[in-house]
């Protein structure tokens, strides 16, 4: 089995910063792209950014210049740098990656989510 487990979600105020980790547990033999979506309230889930297993980035353009992704692979754990909060990033953050299980056979998992709240 393969779990991903977020934490770092928190409340912050409006201009502020936080860091969002993912870490990835069980029977993994080699981790692909991960990634961060975001779900706020009312609206549909979207990709905040992903990176691959070369270091490669993505972001959504409302986040470019202020979140960095990053990854330790060692660790098996993909980060989040969030800058220059706004309101409007206010969501439950998910992490996401395709993984080589021990069933040899790349899979999609998502972690349960972290809840983020930019407000003063």
């Known amino acids: 089995q393969v779990r991903l487990v977020e934490s770092g979600g928190s409340l912050v105020q409006p201009g502020g910063s936080l860091r969002l980790s993912c870490a990835a547990s069980?029977?993994?033999?080699?981790?692909?792209?991960m990634g961060w979506y975001r779900q706020a309230p009312g609206k549909r889930c979207e990709l905040v950014a992903d990176?691959?297993?070369?270091?490669?980035?993505n972001y959504v353009d409302s986040v470019k210049g202020r979140f960095t992704i990053s990854r330790d692979n060692a660790r098996n754990t993909v980060y989040l740098q969030m800058n220059s909060l706004k309101r409007g990033d206010t969501a439950v953050y998910y992490c996401?990656?395709?993984?080589?299980?021990?069933?040899?056979?790349?899979?999609?998992?998502w972690g349960q989510g972290t809840q983020v709240t930019v407000s003063s």
């Open positions: 069980g029977s993994i033999l080699s981790i692909y792209t």
């Open positions: 996401n990656a395709d993984i080589l299980d021990g069933s040899y056979v790349v899979k999609n998992y």
């Open positions: 990176i691959t297993n070369g270091g490669n980035t």
